[in-house]
Each structure stands twice: as structure tokens, then as C-alpha cells.
């Protein structure tokens, strides 16, 4: 595409960064980059659009011709030739605009929308100014999650000093307590303190191995193996809510993987999944290898007709930093920690929106050869 040089009428390099200071927070900054060019043409609609590390997610912003600030999120892989192909098709102005890719030192970092008459207008070095503040808005925010995690570490560590000596004592008394015990009711709430005991020590331990995760163990495994060994722990509680379970799995399905760490991943999606599900639900679990661009991969897919999420939770499922989760699905440590697995295992996790009807989360893995 060819870019024309700046005219008098718009504004120069220097006034295009002046206009976006000062700004208190990433997303302010975006905003201020899109209202930035909106001064070539008031009345149009622009974009940006970007990769969120931390969440897997492809992340807008638009600003349209009432100025009003928009933002979405979707799921987009790491082999998708462009974020834009992904575009949501619920929105039919994004489709209408033209994508400038943006580059910092050649790498890149995120895509600028523009209409056709703004876009022709768009010179070489306001769009290289536009990458460079992208960048800064996606530093400010990896140095954000980078605080946040260290600082969790550091609770999680403390936590756990503090914490779990006095849980040892209430949940060693319940047990002592339990053995003594003939009134059926009484019994339950000592059973459920007890319970309740080990659920806060699941969650201090939970926020240390997100923070701070140990490295996996890598060996040569059959991930359809380890899929049907970790779901078979979950029989019982399958039969007794006569909940089914379906899909198509291939025999030998190779990658390499930590078996401990991989065998968590998929007792939390399924256990995310039950969580959701009422009585007679389904649960599809499908595990077979697909070649990506010329590349082999591992492919699980776990799709529940249990209660599904709302956008902001769909939008921050993985994020253990979020408050907003309802009861019945994605609470707790469980998402966060199987993402982070995922993520030191070199695959993908995402929550696909494709179908309304149900919940589908979808693990890519490098594959290896038989």
C-alpha cells in the first residue's frame, strides 16, 4: 500500500506523539493513538488490534465515528498467518478496513485499521510512531503481569508459612473429632471443615505453582494414554451424575511432555467442565494429531453443554488475577495453572468461541514422530 507524506492539514510526527501524553495506563495510551488519527478524519472508524501474551488472546480496540471507545477479545492461534484473519465476523466494520501491519525492529507487534481515504493518508512515520507507542502500552503491561506474579510468589510463600500450620491443626482436631462422632449432621460439618481446610491449602499451593511453576520433566509420551488415565479418575462422580462421556480419540497421539504436569492440565479442565454440567450432561473429549503448517501437533479438545461463560469471563478465564468469575465455572487456580503449563510446554490454550451452545477448550501441543 502506498502512503502519502503528511500535509499541513494533518499532523506532523512530533504532534502526533505530543497528542497522546499524558496517559495514567496502557489502554489510556491506545486510546489516545486512535483519537491521534482520527484528526486526519474525524468521521471515521480505526483500530487496533494486538496479541495478548499473557491470555492467548487477540485483543481490539476501535474507536468508531462517535468517538466511543470499543474493545474485544478472541481466540486466535500462534499458527494463524494473521490476527486479522481471525476478526470476529460480528462486526461488519472491521471487515471494511484496511490492516497496516505494525513492526518494531522488524518484528511484529499488532495491526492499525484505518478506512480507504485514511489509510492513503497514513505516512511511513506516523505508522512507525504508532508501532513504537503499541510497543510501550504492551511493556507497560508484560511489566505489570511481571510485578503482579512476583508479588503473588512472594504472598503465596508467606501464606504458606503462615497459613498452613494452623489448617494442619484444625484438620488433624476434625479428624479426632470425626472418630468420636455418632450424630449424622455434626458429622458432615466436621467433614465439610476438613474438606474446606485442605481446599485453602490447594489454593496457597495453587498460587506458588502459578507464580513460580517448577520446569517439566520431559519424556516421550502417548497423549491419548495420559488423557484416558487422568479422566478415568473422574469415573465415579461420571456415573453418579450419569454424565456422559464421548469423543474421538487417536491411538497414539506423541508428544513431549512432563506426564505430571499434562495429567493436572486435563483433571482441570475436566473437573471445570463437571463444575458447569448438570445432571445427564456431556462431555467430548477428543485427542488426535493434525499437521499445522507443514508442522505436527497434538490436538485435545474438551467440549462441555454446561453452563458457559460471559464475555468478560471468557475474556479473562486464564487470568488468575481476575474477580469477576461466577460460582460454577473457572474458579480458582485450576484455568490459570493449566495455561501456565500449557504455556512452559511450548503449546496453546484457548477457549474457543466458535459455538454458542457449549464450551469448547482447545490444547495445542508440538507433536513428535512415532
Known sequence: MQQSQ???????????????????????????ILNAWKTFRPNSPCALLWKNP??????????????????????VSDRTA????????????????NWIELEVERKSIGFLGLDEPSSSLASSEIVSAT???LAVSQSWENTLTEARLSSLAEYAAAAGHEINNPLAAIKGRTEQLIKGEQHPERQQWLQTIGAQTLRIRDMIGDSMLFARPPA?????????????SAISHFSDEFARRQ??????RHKMVPVDGDPLQLTQVVAELT??????????????VDCLPEVIDERPFAILRMIDDGVGFSESERRFCFDPFYSGRQAGRGLGFGLSKAWRIIQ???????????????????????????
Open 6 to 32: 503528511p500535509t499541513s492539514e494533518h499532523p506532523t510526527v512530533l504532534e502526533f506523539l505530543e497528542s497522546t501524553l499524558p496517559f495514567e495506563n496502557a489502554r489510556e495510551l491506545r486510546i489516545k
Open 54 to 75: 499473557f491470555t492467548t488472546t487477540a485483543e481490539l480496540l476501535i474507536v468508531d465515528e462517535r468517538e466511543t471507545p470499543d474493545e474485544m477479545a478472541f481466540p
Open 82 to 97: 494473521s490476527l486479522t484473519a481471525s476478526l470476529p465476523e460480528s462486526n461488519p466494520v472491521l471487515n471494511e478496513l
Open 131 to 133: 508501532a513504537r507507542l
Open 216 to 228: 517439566p520433566k520431559f519424556e516421550r509420551l502417548n497423549l491419548t494414554e495420559l488423557v484416558e
Open 243 to 248: 454424565i456422559s462421556l464421548w469423543g474421538n
Open 271 to 284: 473437573r471445570n467442565s463437571l463444575n458447569a454440567m448438570e445432571e445427564s450432561g456431556k462431555l467430548i
Open 344 to 370: 512452559m510446554h511450548s503449546g496453546q490454550l484457548i477457549l474457543s468461541n466458535q459455538k454458542s451452545d457449549v464450551t469448547e477448550f482447545v490444547i495445542s501441543l508440538p507433536s513428535t514422530s512415532e
